[in-house]
């Protein structure tokens, strides 16, 4: 059963939100998923089913600026802010707060993509609220980041919030275009192309991102990937971080790599997995019920 919630954000804004349960079914856990960047918590419909079916409830929204959080379809990641994933963040956590009381249980935040990015934060802002994390397809703070921040910063220095940069394009989602054979735009998602076709076919995606919420990202991600951030998450916490080894979000597996050996050195409970071939959106392959199953392993043991 899927049940449709509006959750205020501010004055102007509601955040919409789902809750996946089945009421017929005893629930051992429940899971917030935290969605990626130009895409909505809808397309995690199936993922949800298949942890319904195995005691999970699953919570998730449509972040700030965002799927059906955007009242406006043609405003869809047209976001005026300077700090766009700490919106993201203070997303993660309204939802959290509303939906307190199904959080019994096995408790996970399973982030993707900037989704990802965010919950590395957020698990720092709020180390007590979950008892497991999943990171799908992260990236890390490193050198590359330092260069994306100084290239964005200009635009957030003049109050540009919305424009986007051919150069920055080219540096990030057209950059991984271009090492894939298929000529969509967004061939880097998955090769289930039935799923990249879903994605353009779909309004609710693919929106434009500015150089602001690029330098928005860098910052982050250069923030949280201090040790002094990193020693801030709850030491008994358990992360399992995965993606394809093809994703070019995580540079083919190496960002997994830096981020798991950055958590063990500070001590944390903390595994990985890497899917030969698969891409970014390792739940949208052909082979998803592989990662389903393993993601289910690392939740009930």
């Known amino acids: 059963m899927r049940e449709r919630f509006l959750i205020p954000f501010n004055e102007n804004t509601r955040l919409v939100a789902y809750r996946w349960s089945n009421p017929e079914i005893s629930m051992i856990g429940c899971i917030l998923i935290a969605h990626g960047l130009s895409e909505h918590i809808t397309r995690y419909n199936d993922f ?15 972040h700030f600026g965002h799927g059906e959080s955007c009242a406006d379809v043609k405003k869809n990641g047209q976001i005026e802010e300077d700090d766009f994933i700490n919106k993201v963040i203070q997303s993660i956590h309204l939802t959290r707060q509303y939906f307190k009381s199904d959080f019994k ?6 982030g993707h993509s900037m989704g990802s990015i965010a919950t590395q934060s957020y698990i720092q802002r709020y180390p007590n609220e979950f008892q497991k994390v999943i990171l799908s397809g992260t990236d ?25 940069s051919k150069l920055i394009y080219n540096l990030t989602f057209g950059n991984f275009a271009k090492k894939f054979k298929e000529e969509s735009p967004f061939n ?5 192309q039935k799923n990249v076709k879903d994605y353009e076919a779909d309004p609710l995606c693919g929106a434009p ?5 690029y330098y ?3 910052k982050t991600l250069r923030t949280s990937f201090k040790t002094k951030s990193i020693k ?6 358990e992360i399992l971080i995965f993606s394809g080894a093809k994703d070019h979000v995580s540079c083919m597996g190496k960002s997994v790599k830096k981020l ?42």
């Open 188 to 192: 880097w998602l998955s090769k289930n």
């Open 105 to 110: 249980g096995i408790t996970c935040l399973f």
């Open 48 to 62: 949800a089913e298949f942890l319904v079916n195995r005691g999970f409830t699953v919570i998730g929204s449509d």
């Open 232 to 237: 801030m998450i709850y030491p008994n916490i």
């Open 140 to 164: 890390v703070g490193d050198f590359k980041y330092v260069f994306l921040k100084l290239l964005t910063y200009g635009k957030v220095k003049k109050h540009d919030y919305l424009s986007s």
């Open 216 to 218: 928005s990202i860098a």
């Open 260 to 301: 798991y050996k950055k958590y063990l050195k500070q001590n944390l409970k903390v595994k990985m997995k890497l899917y030969d071939e698969l891409r970014h959106e390792t739940l949208n392959e052909l082979e998803n019920r592989i990662v389903y199953q393993d993601i289910l392993d690392f939740l009930i043991k």
């Open 209 to 213: 991102v500015s150089d602001a919420t």
